[in-house]
């Protein structure tokens, strides 16, 4: 029988925006609040890095015992529910892009009864390098960009967010979340990054961080580059000029493309994005050197998914050389669980059929080679939604949902009822 595996509690870090260490972002989707790794009961940060042997907190080696008796961890409940509806889950492709380096029988070979590691080595890192943005897209927050600190009370009617179980108000003053302006924090990271092969970066919105770019320019210094592939989330609204230099140095740098919608919907969902923008730069990141990565990734959301099948089929039109070439079943996608009121779960099964049927029906009608992928994509969601459904507070999140609804498009001057013509249909149903 083949074991249960994922080599991230292996050999994986993340970082959050306010430094706090996690096990990986996917878990941080699992609802189960212990995403965040602990030692002596104490929550693990970056400068923890100099003291602690990280990938042998109690946390990780709890977690490993349950990979051993062949058990998901709470942890890893998003990725057992991927899996169970039909998706190559997160453990599944990281299982395969490891396989070269990093295998079961290696990390096993490795592992005590325990859980403990004979030997600690950190294989990759997700950064999330603080909170900077231009953007201000509807399923984010103020921990994940400053834009949205002048309007989340107008929004959300709140004065407060939290991260982790700590409050923080709108006084930006206040914020934490710019660990990567820290010299002894990176060199921190720089000093754990020996062995490390791929750098995940997130934000914010890194590209315009400049303490991102000076993190690269140190592991160029340091000598570690040419092992190191890199992969950026990116919103495709900003290139600085002096990273195409230092990418050169590097041995794959991946640009993970956010896309929600095609035209007006994009614009709405990643507020102020301009459609013109984001076209000009897949024609460009296309015809990049042959050291990068390209692909396209869609949140599925309440106002994303009426019109995920246009977007899938406005991409395919382009013909791209390069961009989704080395992508899985054509482009990415992953469903929004916070905030509950943007999750898909929070409709009720005869409107997600609704939508759902719509969708089959245009990609049917179309003439793409890559027919098949996108019925397989829609498909996934279909089974997906059984366990996104919401059966408690579901009322409380569709009220969110239809007030937020109509401050969002008043707060950015759009006409949301008539760019969102099926969640229009839902506001004024559940409005009352």
């Given at each position: 029988?083949?074991?249960l595996?994922?080599?991230?509690p292996w050999?994986?870090?993340?970082?959050k925006?306010?430094?706090t260490?996690?096990?990986c972002s996917?878990?941080?989707?699992?609802?189960?609040g212990?995403?965040?790794?602990?030692?002596d009961?104490?929550?693990?940060?970056?400068?923890?890095?100099?003291?602690?042997?990280?990938?042998?907190?109690?946390?990780?080696?709890?977690?490993?015992?349950?990979?051993l008796k062949?058990?998901f961890?709470?942890?890893?409940?998003?990725?057992?529910m991927?899996?169970?509806a039909?998706?190559?889950s997160?453990?599944?492709?990281?299982?395969?892009?490891?396989?070269?380096?990093?295998?079961?029988?290696?990390?096993?070979?490795?592992?005590?009864e325990?859980?403990?590691?004979?030997?600690?080595?950190?294989?990759s890192?997700?950064?999330r390098?603080?909170?900077?943005?231009n953007?201000?897209?509807v399923m984010?927050?103020?921990?994940?960009s400053?834009?949205?600190?002048?309007d989340?009370?107008?929004?959300l009617?709140?004065?407060?967010f939290g991260v982790?179980?700590?409050?923080?108000?709108?006084?930006?003053?206040?914020?934490?979340f710019?660990?990567?302006?820290?010299?002894?924090?990176?060199?921190?990271l720089?000093?754990?990054?020996?062995?490390?092969?791929?750098i995940?970066f997130?934000?914010?919105?890194?590209?315009m961080?400049?303490?991102?770019t000076?993190?690269?320019?140190?592991?160029?210094?340091?000598?570690?580059?040419?092992?190191?592939?890199?992969?950026?989330?990116?919103?495709?609204?900003?290139?600085?000029?002096?990273?195409?230099?230092l990418?050169?140095?590097?041995?794959?740098?991946?640009?993970?493309?956010s896309?929600?919608?095609?035209g007006?919907?994009n614009?709405?969902?990643r507020?102020?994005t301009?459609?013109?923008?984001v076209v000009?730069?897949?024609?460009m990141l296309?015809?990049?050197?042959?050291?990068?990565?390209?692909?396209?990734?869609?949140?599925?959301?309440?106002?994303s998914y009426?019109?995920?099948a246009?977007?899938?089929l406005w991409?395919?039109?382009q013909?791209y050389?390069?961009?989704n070439?080395?992508?899985?079943?054509?482009?990415?996608?992953h469903?929004?669980?916070?905030?509950?009121?943007?999750?898909?779960?929070i409709?009720?099964?005869e409107?997600?059929?609704?939508i759902?049927?719509?969708?089959?029906?245009?990609?049917?009608?179309?003439?793409?080679?890559?027919k098949?992928?996108?019925?397989?994509k829609?498909?996934?969601y279909?089974?997906?939604?059984?366990?996104?459904?919401?059966?408690?507070?579901?009322?409380l999140?569709?009220?969110?949902f239809?007030?937020?609804?109509?401050?969002f498009a008043t707060?950015?001057?759009?006409?949301w009822?008539k760019?969102f013509p099926?969640a229009?249909?839902l506001v004024e149903?559940?409005?009352?």
């Open positions: 029988m083949k074991k595996f994922c080599p991230l050999s994986h870090l993340g970082v925006n306010n430094g260490l996690r096990m996917h878990s941080q989707s699992a609802g189960t212990n995403t965040v790794l602990h030692q009961g104490k929550r693990l940060y970056l400068e923890n890095l100099d003291t602690v042997d990280v990938l042998n907190c109690e946390t990780l080696k709890q977690v490993r015992r349950d990979f062949g058990e961890p709470t942890q890893c409940n998003r990725c057992k991927e899996k169970e039909g998706y190559r997160r453990d599944e492709w990281e299982t395969l892009r490891h396989q070269e380096f990093f295998t079961p029988e290696m990390a096993y070979a490795n592992t005590k325990d859980g403990t590691l004979k030997e600690s080595k950190i294989l890192v997700d950064l390098v603080g909170n900077q943005c953007l201000r897209c984010c927050f103020p921990g994940e400053t834009r949205w600190y002048r989340y009370k107008e929004i009617q709140e004065t407060h982790d179980g700590v409050k923080y108000d709108l006084d930006l003053k206040n914020a934490d710019d660990w990567s302006r820290s010299e002894d924090k990176v060199a921190s720089i000093k754990a990054g020996k062995y490390i092969e791929k995940k997130g934000g914010g919105e890194p590209l961080i400049k303490y991102c000076n993190l690269v320019e140190k592991l160029v210094e340091a000598g570690y580059s040419k092992n190191i592939e890199l992969e950026y989330s990116i919103n495709l609204t900003i290139f600085p000029d002096k990273l195409w230099d990418w050169k140095n590097f041995k794959t740098v991946k640009f993970c493309c896309i929600d919608g095609p007006e919907a614009e709405a969902i507020y102020p301009k459609w013109s923008t000009d730069s897949l024609k296309d015809d990049t050197p042959s050291n990068m990565v390209v692909f396209t990734s869609t949140t599925i959301n309440m106002l009426e019109h995920w246009d977007l899938m991409i395919d039109a013909k050389k390069k961009i070439a080395d992508v899985y079943s054509f482009s990415a996608t469903p929004v669980y916070k905030p509950q009121y943007m999750n898909i779960g409709m009720e099964q409107n997600f059929n609704i759902t049927n719509k969708l089959f029906s245009k990609v049917n009608k179309s003439t793409s080679n890559q098949t992928a996108m019925l397989g829609i498909d996934y279909k089974n997906l939604y059984n366990d996104l459904k919401f059966t408690d507070n579901v009322d999140y569709r009220k969110q239809a007030t937020r609804f109509d401050r707060n950015q001057k759009q006409d009822h760019i099926y229009s249909s149903k559940w409005k009352n």
